[in-house]
């Protein structure tokens, strides 16, 4: 049973570029979220999805960022126009369809805007 | 969604020494979990706390949830450089939303 499967692990984009992160949650998992890391900082929300559904937005900045978990497929964080703010290590996690266990962790991926 | 508190943020400790790192909040808590990130990593789950008053031990690590179910502790006892990392107590909303506290990091002097 693969863990979180994040890709790519590492992404340089320039100011403007758009950046699409993907997170391929754990088998039988229904629940990802999505979390912003800045160095030296905690993780701070951004997301939390089910299947085909926003449950939750409200850590996510208001323009350029989107999220979506398809019925088939990874769940995609895109980041349109991306600016040098915007680099930082973006983590995904996974938990089962009740929501309530531990949550597993990808690997991440570290943004680089130059 | 449930906002936890973290302190400290940064705990600088001898090789051998213990340490404690707390976790508070301002509501009512269902359940707590920690967890851990070394340096340039990814976290990792550590355990999830439940009952009120709950205490549970992982070898030199003794996780504690207070009796009202609003704050958590972490003892590490004859700290080692294997503990080094960011320890993050992390508390689920009604919706399952789960919110992470600031995390403490901690550095070990050998």
């Known amino acids: 049973n693969a863990g979180v499967m994040q890709n790519p692990r590492h992404l340089v984009r320039r100011r403007g570029q758009e950046a699409r992160l993907r997170c391929s949650p754990m088998?039988?998992?229904?629940?990802v979220y999505w979390y912003r890391q800045l160095p030296e900082e905690g993780l701070k929300f951004m997301v939390y999805?089910?299947?085909?559904?926003?449950?939750?937005e409200s850590g996510m900045p208001k323009e350029r960022f989107s999220a979506e978990f398809p019925k088939e497929g990874p769940s995609i964080l895109r980041i349109q126009q991306v600016v040098r703010g915007d680099s930082a290590a973006y983590f995904c996690?996974?938990?089962?369809?009740?929501?309530?266990?531990?949550?597993?962790f990808g690997q991440g991926t570290r943004l680089t805007v130059v | 969604g449930q906002q936890v508190m973290q302190i400290p943020q940064y705990q600088h400790v001898q090789e051998g020494e213990d340490f404690t790192t707390y976790c508070n909040s301002s509501?009512?808590?269902?359940?707590i979990q920690w967890y851990k990130q070394r340096p340039g990593g990814h976290p990792v789950f550590l355990i999830q706390?439940?009952?009120?008053?709950e205490v549970k031990k992982q070898k030199r690590l003794t996780f504690q949830f207070g009796e009202a179910k609003k704050n958590s502790s972490l003892h590490i006892t004859a700290t080692q450089t294997t503990d080094v990392g960011t320890y993050f107590c992390?508390?689920?909303?009604?919706?399952?939303?789960?919110?992470f506290g600031a995390g403490t990091t901690v550095t070990v002097r050998a």
């Open positions: 706390l439940v009952k009120s008053g």
């Open positions: 509501t009512t808590l269902s359940n």
């Open positions: 088998k039988g998992h229904s629940h």
């Open positions: 996690a996974s938990s089962t369809g009740q929501g309530r266990g531990e949550a597993f």
């Open positions: 999805l089910q299947k085909e559904n926003i449950i939750d």
């Open positions: 992390a508390a689920r909303s009604n919706d399952y939303k789960l919110s």
